[in-house]
């Protein structure tokens, strides 16, 4: 059974931000195969979308897919984009019209490597534009977000230009995806920028350079005009790799938080740096399993971390709530038998609402979860995530199975019901219901099948 729980150090003290009752919505979705949800945002007009890559489609690859939900995680409409090769969504944006600005990276556009990748959508979905950035080598987008000034920023690294081996970099796209500036971070090795966040007198990215043959996690700050300000190495005092991985701010200050590597395992720290960078303040969290945080956000005088656990084999969706001075409040941990994962977040007076991916069981399916809830106390919820009737899992009509193929068959939410079926049988000879299923046989490929 899937468990929420939630632990805290001040006698499971309120979430001063969450007044409404307790309610918890949780939703896993996915096709025949792997689906993972990268991030999540809130809509101007209420609702939430989300964007992550699916494996469930007829090319045997990746593809982007984008869905949108009502307030209690109703979906609204799923669509998946890509080519006959990789395409992996990591980020999305909303503009001032309701549209919907995508990026990754992608293999296949007319050449041999990655290229970033973004592509505009309008509310319902529908692929307005799409266009990839990038050289002969590989190159990657991580995060987007809207240009204080118009337009677009993209993050990510790139192996085709820059200063040496990696390079951390920024794209600014107008809103017809032209590429108008590009910076780049980094020296001659290894450097990566991770996620851009928007500031009242500018932007800031974080991610990391390698100086003498160690990662060391970076912010770098720039002004409205994309001037350079100044630039903050957050080192190991025990010389061990940091990257970073994700940046909020309030209060004047800026929040990160990502990974230190060592022998030992993998843990996380959370910096607070003023604006101005005067001063710092850090939290190396120690604990007896390895765990990672992959995004952070801000609400008054609080910040969440969100990312995973692993103890025993097991990786547990982590959550911890801190004050605005980083010490510890609570946190509450979700999982299934196997695998469970948190990889966005966001966060305002209402709800907390999170999305990442839940693997039931060693032999099952990742699949895309979304978990939203608006309780002042969390203190322990017992749930399996609603499977939601929302995803569009790519059909081959070409090449279709004969009598006596067997294979997998799969529910149209992307449910395992049989794991030998036996190709063009009735329900009678199985104990299935009658119904439209995706058989998965030869070459991993979903065929739909009604069966009656």
């Not at 792997?34 to 992550?52: C, N």
């Not at 980094?186 to 996620?195: E, F, L, Q």
């Amino acid at each position: 059974m899937t468990r929420i729980i939630l632990f805290s150090s001040l006698a499971m003290l309120q979430l001063a931000a969450m007044a409404q009752a307790d309610t918890v919505f949780l939703k896993a979705f996915g096709g025949a195969f792997f689906e993972e949800a990268s991030e999540v945002i809130q809509r101007e007009g209420g609702g939430y979308t989300i964007v992550g890559t699916t494996g469930s489609n007829e090319s045997g690859s990746t593809d982007v897919f984008v869905a949108s939900f009502d307030e209690e995680l109703n979906c609204q409409w799923s669509r998946n984009y890509g080519n006959a090769d990789a395409d992996w969504g990591l980020s999305i944006v909303e503009d001032f019209s309701g549209n919907f600005l995508v990026t990754g990276y992608t293999l296949g556009d007319n050449t041999t490597s990655y290229d970033m990748m973004a592509m505009k959508l309008d509310a319902q979905g529908e692929l307005m534009w799409r266009h990839t950035y990038g050289g002969s080598d590989w190159d990657f987008a991580h995060k987007i977000m809207a240009h204080p000034l118009g337009g677009f920023l993209i993050c990510g690294r790139t192996y085709s230009n820059g200063n040496g081996d990696q390079d951390g970099t920024v794209l600014h796209i107008d809103g017809q995806g032209i590429l108008l500036s590009q910076w780049f971070m980094g020296g001659t090795a290894k450097d990566a920028a991770a996620d851009i966040l928007r500031l009242d007198d500018g932007w800031a990215v974080g991610g990391y350079q390698t100086i003498d043959d160690k990662s060391v996690a970076t912010i770098w700050k720039f002004d409205t005009m994309g001037n350079p300000q100044w630039e903050r190495m957050l080192n190991d005092t025990n010389g061990f790799n940091r990257e970073l991985t994700a940046l909020t701010s309030a209060n004047g200050y800026v929040y990160a938080t990502g990974q230190v590597y060592s022998d030992a395992g993998t843990k996380s720290f959370e910096y607070r740096i003023p604006l101005d960078n005067s001063t710092e303040f850090e939290v190396v969290e120690t604990q007896t399993f390895e765990f990672i945080y992959r995004d952070c956000v801000a609400l008054n005088d609080k910040i969440v971390f969100v990312g995973s656990k692993i103890d025993n084999a097991i990786e547990v969706g982590r959550v911890v709530r801190k004050h605005s001075d980083l010490y510890f409040t609570g946190v509450f941990e979700f999982t299934g038998q196997y695998r469970a994962k948190f990889n966005s977040v966001i966060w305002n007076e209402d709800a907390l609402v999170m999305c990442g991916s839940f693997q039931p069981t060693a032999s099952g399916n990742p699949q895309a979860v979304l978990l939203k809830y608006t309780s002042s106390i969390l203190n322990e919820v017992n749930s399996e995530p609603e499977t939601a009737p929302c995803f569009s899992v790519g059909i081959d009509e070409l090449t279709m199975p004969v009598a006596g193929d067997k294979g997998l068959l799969y529910s149209s939410t992307g449910q395992l019901v049989c794991d030998n079926y036996e190709w063009n049988t009735r329900s009678s000879d199985h104990p299935i219901a009658s119904g439209i299923y995706f058989f998965v046989g030869k070459g991993r490929r979903a065929y739909a099948v009604y069966i009656d």
